[in-house]
């Protein structure tokens, strides 16, 4: 089964760029246009990377990385934006996103971004299984 990943969007823009990228890459997207849908949704089903605007109708990213951890549903999130500058990469990996991209991405580069994440949610996944054994 293809790995699934979020894409917390409220842009359409956003959505279809994206999904057609990871789309291209046998990738199964849901949408999720607020935090608070992501939040019930990531609740309900498994991901294995979200992949979440800088900001939101109802709060950013921060929010959704803060919710995830304590609920103890993470997933590796790439945080996509509109700017492309040194501080906005800071500021998202400080509040520790896995990866930060600009938009609209390099096809590539999003790629590249997603498969790391993707890899990084396997190996936490194997190392929780050894924990548990």
Sequence with gaps: MPAHIAIVSAEPEYWETLSAILSD??????????????????????????VCEDALPDGDFRKLIAEMRRSRMWAPVVVVS?????????????????????FPPYP??????VAAALAEARSNRKAAVRAAA
Aim: charged share 30%; with cysteine; glycine share 6%.
């Design 82 to 102: 509109r700017f492309d500058d040194w501080g906005s990469y800071l500021d998202a990996m400080i509040a520790g996103a896995f990866d930060y991209v600009a």
């Design 108 to 113: 590539r580069e999003f790629e590249r971004a």
């Design 25 to 50: 890459c046998g990738l199964r997207t849901t949408r999720c246009e607020t935090l608070e849908a992501a939040t019930k949704l990531f609740s309900q089903q498994h991901f294995d990377v979200a």
